[in-house]
T-cell receptor, first 119, second 112 residues
Framework: ETGVTQTPRHLVMGMTNKKSLKCEQHLGHNAMYWYKQSAKKPLELMFVYNFKEQTENNSVPSRFSPECPNSSHLFLHLHTLQPEDSALYLC??????????????????FGNGTRLTVT | RKEVEQDPGPFNVPEGATVAFNCTYSNSASQSFFWYRQDCRKEPKLLMSVYSSGNEDGRFTAQLNRASQYISLLIRDSKLSDSATYLCVVNADPSGYSTLTFGKGTMLLVSP
């Protein structure tokens, strides 16, 4: 029981499909994140929401679109993906200090990830 | 210099051995340091935070060397179940809206 749940666990989609990844955290944290993990690469931060405000984007292509309706839920909407987008997508949450403080002072709690394959 | 750098390994050790990993970071202003463990095809899980004075949790000891800008993880009496990838994580840019930066990880393989 990680306290952070992600669905689906596995997803196969074509390049013209539209799908969404869902993340829910039950830890009462105020910051949520999307990370991408590709083979032989470090985890890459995609998006950060701190107190529901997006505070970091990291130049992610527009085919990835995040949504954070409240502090417990986070979505990643996918459309017209490329095969190189195939990876493990991890959601995480943390408890940060204030609305305007940069995230990164508290440890992250990860969900079990969505393994995405784009065909 | 990469923000967070680790030897990818693998480190192959027998059960009962002591093994140590280092991780270097580039920003001397970094303030938060962690070790995570990641099993194959699973999510990373927090192993331990790293405090300035060093800290220990059972068989695991973490240390921070600010002068040389590295953190270390020592595992004593290795178990088969310690086989995993160990990720070094640093708050690499604490001056702005920073988040934690992950190293590529060091793979540990403990054999019978």
């Amino acid at each position: 029981e990680t306290g952070v749940t992600q669905t689906p666990r596995h997803l196969v989609m074509g390049m013209t499909n539209k799908k969404s990844l869902k993340c829910e955290q039950h830890l009462g944290h105020n910051a949520m994140y999307w990370y991408k993990q590709s083979a032989k690469k470090p985890l890459e931060l995609m998006f950060v929401y701190n107190f529901k405000e997006q505070t970091e984007n990291n130049s992610v292509p527009s085919r990835f679109s995040p949504e954070c309706p409240n502090s417990s839920h986070l979505f990643l909407h996918l459309h017209t993906l490329q095969p190189e987008d195939s990876a493990l997508y991890l959601c995480a949450s943390s408890q940060e200090g204030t609305t305007r403080q940069g995230a990164g002072y508290s440890p992250l709690h990860f969900g079990n990830g969505t393994r995405l394959t784009v065909t | 210099r990469k923000e967070v750098e680790q030897d990818p390994g693998p480190f192959n050790v027998p059960e009962g051995a002591t093994v140590a990993f280092n991780c270097t970071y580039s920003n001397s202003a970094s303030q938060s340091f962690f070790w995570y463990r990641q099993d194959c095809r699973k999510e990373p899980k927090l192993l331990m935070s790293v405090y300035s004075s060093g800290n220990e949790d059972g068989r695991f000891t973490a240390q921070l060397n600010r002068a040389s800008q590295y953190i270390s993880l020592l595992i004593r009496d290795s178990k088969l179940s310690d086989s995993a990838t160990y990720l070094c994580v640093v708050n690499a840019d604490p001056s702005g809206y920073s988040t934690l930066t992950f190293g590529k990880g060091t793979m540990l393989l403990v054999s019978p």
